[in-house]
């Protein structure tokens, strides 16, 4: 499959811990990378590799991998991180990248 | 600090061509370590995924535009440009630039993006 699945909407409640899922073939191969959307702004990375967090990005923040999936996990989650989560990997091939759908956080 | 910037037509008419220039300022433009990208954005969709070219030319696309997508690359102008043709209002989007690095362990982020700029398509 040359796609990456995502839950359309996912909402906590503040303070409370909230994990967003990816499914695909191609992160049997490679890692997840999540970003962060907010309105009118252009995307930002939040989680990429093994758990590797940008400079800038909280530590509530983290990643794991099993199989065909994986997740961000956003422990705390405050009112600043009601946004949509974007999953992306490099395509099966190895040439070319997936985005998922897309994951609304309503906190 | 690395910052990419998009130029183009705000309006493009149906079954022409949508050219965007993306000029690239601070950083190192000519790297392995980058492919330079198109990721384009519905209103109210989410991200695909157009394409990328590397510094020496070398350019990969989404299979699913493959067809109507062309990138090039002016590494002496440090800007890399996009053409979409023919268009149709399904093209309709906010356009991103970005740079897509590759880490020493394989990973690849788009790590700097442009402000994106929007994109419609109508007589």
């Known amino acids: 499959s040359s796609e990456l699945t995502q839950d359309p909407a996912v909402s906590v409640a503040l303070g409370q811990t909230v994990s967003i899922t990816c499914q695909g073939d191609?992160?049997?191969?490679?890692?997840a990378a999540w970003y962060q959307q907010k309105p009118g702004q252009a995307p930002v990375v939040v989680m990429y590799?093994?758990?590797i967090r940008p400079s800038g990005i909280p530590d509530r923040f983290s990643g794991a991998s099993s199989g065909n999936t994986a997740s961000l996990t956003i422990a705390g989650a405050q009112a600043e991180d009601e946004a949509d989560y974007y999953c992306y990997s490099r395509g099966s091939s190895g040439k070319g990248v997936l985005f998922g759908g897309g994951t609304k956080l309503t906190v | 600090q690395v910052r990419l910037q998009e130029s183009g037509p705000g309006l493009v008419k149906p079954s022409q061509t949508l050219s965007l220039t993306c000029t690239v300022s601070?950083?190192?433009?000519?790297?392995?370590?980058?492919?330079w990208s198109w990721i384009r954005q519905p209103p109210g969709k989410g991200l695909e995924w157009i394409g990328y070219?590397?510094?020496?030319?070398?350019?990969y696309y989404n299979p699913s535009l493959q067809s109507r997508v062309s990138l090039s690359i002016d590494t002496s102008k440090r800007q890399f440009s996009l053409d979409l043709s023919p268009v149709t209002a399904a093209d309709t989007a906010i356009y991103y630039c970005?740079?897509?690095?590759?880490?020493?362990?394989?990973?690849?982020?788009?790590?700097?993006w442009g402000q994106g700029t929007l994109v419609t398509v109508s007589s």
């Open positions: 970005a740079r897509l690095f590759l880490d020493d362990d394989g990973n690849s982020i788009f790590d700097f």
């Open positions: 590799g093994k758990n």
């Open positions: 191609s992160l049997r191969g490679y890692f």
């Open positions: 070219i590397f510094y020496r030319g070398d350019a």
């Open positions: 601070g950083g190192s433009f000519s790297s392995a370590d980058y492919y």
